[in-house]
């Protein structure tokens, strides 16, 4: 039977009787000192017993999310934020799992829902930044004094004049005198930002339609979700986030982006396409992505039903007309 929830193919990845294969890189390695009793024994604390047989997993890769996280994130904090989201990905794959989690550590971000989701895409963790996220990227690069992403309300004042000189080409009033119902739904998203050296940025607008269309057009998430009838991404579930968010995408391109910047965009698009996300992994990262995916293959690997393999058949020429070796029969050449 082949294991279906993440804590049973952790449990399977860390059983002392799996056979060992001479590869670079074995399964034993992977979890050095792990047993069947520990996670055991981790699974009979009441409530959560998923979160800490996986916990107790990943911490085994301590050093790895030590290295990855920035100094002014703490790693108490990251790992409540992960305990926190880990009932919700019991199906995933521990591979994705850890590859998801390193490239939200690499970046600096904590998987709390506001800066960062670890989304569960069939048995994928898939790490998705969030707009938050972005701005604090933003903050980091030294380069930008203050970043503003708003949306505006059908019952709101607000001015948008493209030629009028900066800060007079855009005013936002919002009507928070008015109730939710008054003020109406969202018309427009918005983002800007002052520079540290004083300017202001260009004022980027998008409205409805526009998120409609890079959704359509860029999002295979979302296009997965239509297909499959779930309507579960978060273009369907939180369209206003996603709405801000490709507000704020636009604005790097007309403001000067840091390389963790560019890094950022690139691995949220490999998110979406069902990619992997660790473009930018040191080679630490890299082996202990390795070493996951050791372990999800000794303890699936075996349950697979295997291939037999086909022998290749030996191309017979065909006969050509008035050659000599049909004339001869087919057969070969005379010594």
């Not at 790693?75 to 994705?96: D, E, H, K, W």
């Not at 998705?128 to 309300?153: E, K, N």
């Not at 919002?174 to 918005?190: C, D, N, Q, T, V």
Request: net charge positive; charged share 25%; proline share 6%.
């Amino acid at each position: 039977m082949t294991p279906s929830t993440l804590k049973d193919r952790v449990r399977c990845a860390v059983q002392t009787g799996e056979p060992k294969k001479p590869q670079p890189v074995r399964a034993a390695e992977t979890v050095d000192g792990g047993t069947a009793e520990e996670l055991h024994a981790a699974g009979q604390q009441d409530g959560g017993e998923t979160s800490d047989a996986v916990l107790t997993w990943l911490e085994r890769y301590g050093k790895h999310f030590t290295k990855a996280l920035p100094s002014h994130v703490d790693n108490g904090a990251f790992f409540a934020a992960v305990r926190a989201i880990l009932p919700g990905l019991a199906s995933c794959t521990p591979a994705s799992l850890l590859q998801a989690l390193l490239t939200c550590a690499r970046f600096g971000l904590i998987p709390n829902g506001r800066h960062a989701i670890i989304r569960r895409e069939g048995k994928l963790a898939v790490f998705v930044p969030m707009y938050q996220g972005y701005v604090d990227l933003m903050y980091r690069s030294g380069r930008v004094g203050s970043v503003h992403v708003g949306m505006i309300h059908a019952g709101d004042e607000w001015n948008y004049e493209p030629t009028a000189p900066a800060p007079l080409d855009f005013t936002h009033r919002p009507a928070l005198e008015l109730s939710r119902e008054e003020r109406g739904k969202p018309i427009l998203a918005y983002a800007f930002c002052w520079m540290t050296g004083g300017a202001r940025s260009q004022v980027v607008i998008l409205t409805r339609e526009d998120a409609e269309d890079i959704r359509d057009e860029y999002s295979q998430a979302y296009q997965r979700a239509q297909q499959s009838g779930k309507n579960d991404s978060f273009w369907h579930t939180d369209f206003d986030a996603m709405w801000s968010k490709s507000t704020l995408r636009r604005l790097h391109k007309v403001v000067p982006m840091s390389a963790e910047l560019v890094q950022l965009s690139r691995a949220d698009d490999a998110g979406d396409a069902g990619q992997a996300q660790v473009l930018h992994a040191p080679d630490e990262d890299a082996q202990a992505l390795a070493d996951a995916k050791a372990a999800h293959a000794a303890a699936e690997g075996s349950q697979e039903p295997q291939r037999v393999a086909t022998l290749p058949r030996k191309r017979v020429q065909p006969k050509r007309p008035g050659s000599r070796r049909a004339r001869r029969g087919g057969k070969g050449r005379r010594r």
